[in-house]
């Protein structure tokens, strides 16, 4: 093991043994890291503001005067460095982010969120129409869901065109009250009221 300490190393580089600088790394490339990870939380820009605080250390090297430790002295680098790379990262997203956005992408996003809140209604919807009676919930289907005529449904269901009419207005009728379940417990007045 190697039994000199950090000012031997430190005195040796800068006399321009470049090789003493490596074992200061070596001894201290954990400590060095395990600071900087705490601070900027990702492993690989970890690894980076650890490689750039070892390379401030070296061109620095001249200006440390030995009135700390060495490992301290070394450690406010990398402290600092890793508050850099902190606040360089937030200042370069809110940029990325927005160079990034195009109009196909607010257009994406709105159709994403227009068919998340078209798929939730239609699970809404879903659960209504399974709470109908058979033929009832078929009709109200065919015609919604499926885009079927009247004249198609009453072909399916041999039932007449007047009928399948009725039994829709009827069936629209149920699948209202049922739909009012869900619906006025989001919509409520001023009072905070179910309307």
């Keep these: 093991m190697n039994r000199h300490t950090d000012q031997h190393y430190i005195r040796k580089t800068l006399q321009g043994d470049v090789n003493s600088f490596s074992v200061l790394i070596d001894r201290y490339q954990n400590l060095v890291y395990t600071v900087v990870l705490r601070v900027v939380k990702v492993k690989e820009e970890a690894e980076e503001v650890s490689q750039d605080t070892f390379l401030k250390a070296f061109e620095s090297l001249k200006s ?63 659960k209504c129409i399974e709470q109908l009676p058979e033929k009832e919930a078929a009709i109200i289907t065919f015609y919604y869901f499926d885009d079927m005529s009247v004249r198609e449904i009453s072909a399916i269901t041999d039932l007449s065109e007047d009928n399948v009419k009725v039994k829709l207005h009827r069936s629209r009728k149920k699948l209202f009250s049922l739909l009012k379940q869900f619906v006025l417990p989001e919509i409520s007045n001023s009072n905070g009221r179910a309307i």
């Design 64 to 126: 440390y005067r030995g009135e700390s430790k060495f490992s301290s002295w070394l450690y406010s680098i990398a402290y600092r460095k890793a508050l850099d790379r902190v606040r360089k990262n937030s200042r370069m997203k809110p940029v990325e982010l927005i160079e990034d956005i195009t109009e196909k992408n607010v257009e994406a996003i709105d159709n994403a969120l227009h068919f998340l809140e078209q798929k939730e209604r239609n699970a809404t919807i879903q």
